[in-house]
Nanobody, 125 residues
Framework: QVQLVESGGGLVQTGGSLRLSCAASGRTFSRFSMGWFRQAPGEECEFVAAIRRSGDNTYYADSLKGRFTISRDNAKNTVYLQMNSLKPEDTAFYYC??????????????????WGQGTQVTVSS
């Protein structure tokens, strides 16, 4: 079992940046691959990014490459999502999730048994 708590969301203007954090507690953080997903009102939950346990491999949604960066600090039990050049369409609830596996299926929600409560990101135009 692992508990996840997201923070860092808020209101930002178009073109601005935010860094989301997801703090993990419980089982050893370095055993888990981590992912970020987001869900806008009335939309499906969407994959954002994922990072392998050691941090040496990442996946990104094609539409977000170059603007979003996922990273982790295993010593701090934390995964981050740096979001730059934000657009109104990035407005969503952002969730972090943990998985004990790794592979191309990390873009799927079903790969992650553990989820945080989420943090709201709102980008004003």
């Amino acid at each position: 079992q692992v508990q996840l708590v997201e923070s860092g969301g808020g209101l930002v203007q178009t073109g601005g940046s935010l860094r989301l954090s997801c703090a993990a507690s419980g089982r050893t953080f370095s055993r888990f691959s981590m992912g970020w997903f987001r869900q806008a009102p009335g939309e499906e939950c969407e994959f954002v990014a994922a990072i392998r346990r050691s941090g040496d491999n990442t996946y990104y949604a094609d539409s977000l490459k170059g603007r979003f960066t996922i990273s982790r600090d295993n010593a701090k039990n934390t995964v981050y999502l740096q979001m730059n050049s934000l657009k109104p369409e990035d407005t969503a609830f952002y969730y972090c999730a943990a998985s004990t596996t790794w592979g191309v299926f990390m873009t799927q929600k079903t790969a992650y048994p553990y989820w945080g409560q989420g943090t709201q990101v709102t980008v004003s135009s």
